[in-house]
């Protein structure tokens, strides 16, 4: 689940009315309520999912909002204080950011005129918007980013008319916005996943508005992900996996011991529960699962020939007896 979808969650569709998002959500948490699965991580996990989507839903200005800039990340949207210490192992200057020129499609809207959504003080067109890429391990771990960004701010000298008189204005040659650079700090809440969004106030077009940046989170070239579950593969021995083993497996906190049980199948898929991503926004922590990939050895021995000669007498029954024979 890389960004929570409420009317997905509730199982609704967009246009749903008030009356039957609740019914929905009363429906969904009485068959999900921990007090009726207890023992049940994945129902509570459930749980949670649901009240937070109905939390959404349920305001029809969260809802509003939704509806035109999605799931914004931070709930609050509150900014750190200015030279807040990175807590992760410093800033990273420059670290992937690109300002997408044109804004591109996701954030069209937001330009588009038409009085500002619902709730909000401020008329959209104040607002602005940019690409920010991040690391995978700020967005699992959290942490601060540095970047440097060039936002179109309403120039100050024509009041953003562009016009100074009869003429065009000399501060933004009749444009009415200037573009400015800024080096900003963003702390990225752990959980943040591509197609997050993140606000930060006061860093729009105007003093008032605000700067949306949509996140892009860079792959790992170990570990995968699924919405907060961490998907990884552990290389192992034939020994390992037909005797057994205890096996340190790399998480995103680092190596967890885990034993591998005796007659452990190739593709074998085990899970390290809790040790997935603790997602700041949802309050939620998802589960490591590893996958075992069995290792032959390098070379073929004489030995080794006769061990496997020995091995192929122990199988019941030929491991392709179930395959279909054709299409
Ligand atoms: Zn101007």
Known sequence: MPTMDPYEVLGVPRNASDADVKKAYRRMARKNHPDVNPGDPAAHKKFQEIAAAYEILKDPERRARYDRFGDLGDARGEAPPPGAPPPYGGSRPGAGFRWSGDLGDLFSDIFSGGGGFAGSPFPEEEDAAAALTVSFRDAVLGG???????????????RGTGRSGKSACPACHGAGSVVESETLSVRIPAGVDTGSKIRLPGKGRTEGGDL???ITVEPHPYFGRQGDDILAEVPVTVSEAYLGAEVDVPTIRGPVRARIPEGTQAGQRFRLKGRGIENARLGTTGDHYYRVRVVMPETVAPE?????????????QNPRA???TRL
């Open 322 to 324: 179930k395959l279909p």
């Open 212 to 214: 949306y940046l949509s």
């Open 304 to 316: 080794g020939r006769e061990l496997a000669e020995a091995f192929a007498g122990l199988y019941r």
């Open 144 to 158: 601060t980013v540095t970047f440097s960004t060039r936002i179109p701010r309403r120039c100050s000298r024509c």
